[in-house]
């Protein structure tokens, strides 16, 4: 499932292409992906100018010039394919290589600025929903999120609060997207990791039992979440395989990563010593240092 830097990656790709650009013609070509598609669909598409296209925690949302926002999910292996002046292009490709089979080409935008935007989903776990704007704050899909991670809003304050009390691991407080929109399982296991804390540990811990103040430990886990973040955007978000940019090439924070799916190495943190060690948590593989990890 793809977090928050691979659908970021894939908005700046798609941003080209559509934003500013009118949807000349629109094509769904079955009746449903995740859920059905709804009966004016085609109709509220067709004819608009996309005004501005964002993301909202995992969703991409295109700003309709009719008021409208076409919110989109990529599910478990959507893609998008950028067909222009002979060019084929896959922003933000991830975790599983691009389907060639047209068979899986399920949404197709026929963009003014002369580009085709292809929606490719073999499981089609994806889905694609229309909602005017004034009635975005009741959508179920949306209702609930939590701050961005990357906004202004989001400081050491709000994690603390929001984990207060809390009796659930840190771990399973960082997935919940109620507390934080946007974090998946590999994120959270490198932002623990760079901020030296143990997933088993109590979320409740990163505010004070009195004041609900936030912690050393929420500055941490703060700091540390804009720095994965903000390193795996540039890098043009993580991927276990075949995670590509808008240009075709690979992106590299996979690399980077310190303590996911390393298990059995060595600790990257200096003068630590440990070695990675894997558990399930919540369902979940953990990847952690016992070590430094407190």
């Known amino acids: ?37 709804q009966k004016d669909f085609i109709a509220r598409l067709e004819g608009q100018t996309v005004t501005g296209l964002g993301r909202r925690a995992k969703y991409l949302m295109a700003d309709l010039g009719s008021g ?8 478990m292996s959507g893609s998008f394919r950028v067909l222009e002046g002979g060019a084929n292009k896959t922003p933000g490709q991830f975790h599983h290589p691009r389907s060639d089979e047209r ?17 490719n989903d073999p499981r089609r776990f994806g889905y694609m929903k229309i909602i005017a704007r004034n009635a975005l704050e009741d959508e179920p899909l949306l209702k609930g999120l939590g701050p961005e991670p990357l906004g202004n809003e989001f400081d050491a304050a709000m994690l603390a609060q929001a984990c207060a009390n809390k009796k659930t691991s840190l771990k399973a407080a ?3 997207q109620r507390v934080v929109a946007g974090l998946g399982n590999i994120y959270v296991c490198e932002v623990l990791f760079r901020a030296h804390l ?16 936030p912690t050393d430990h929420a500055k941490r886990v703060v700091s540390s979440i804009h720095a994965v973040l903000n390193q795996a955007i540039k890098a043009g978000g993580s991927s276990i395989s075949d995670h590509r940019l808008t240009s075709g090439e690979l992106g590299y924070f996979q690399h980077s990563f310190k303590v ?12 630590c010593g440990g070695i990675v060690r894997r558990f399930v948590q919540n369902g979940r593989s953990t990847f952690w240092c016992p070590k430094c990890q407190k």
Do not use: N, W
């Open 68 to 75: 409208d926002v076409l919110l989109m999910h990529l599910g």
């Open 260 to 271: 996911y799916d390393r298990e059995g190495e060595a600790c990257q943190t200096a003068g």
């Open 198 to 213: 143990s997933p088993r540990r109590l979320a409740a811990t990163l505010a004070a039992k009195k004041t609900a103040e």
């Open 1 to 37: 499932m793809p977090e928050l830097p691979e659908v970021e990656t894939v908005r700046r790709g798609l941003q080209p292409a559509m934003e500013g650009s009118k949807i000349l013609k629109a094509e769904a070509r079955r009746k449903d992906l995740r859920f059905p598609f």
């Open 103 to 119: 068979a899986h080409d399920h949404v197709v935008f026929h963009m003014s600025s002369g580009a085709v935007v292809v929606f």
């Open 174 to 176: 960082l997935l919940d």
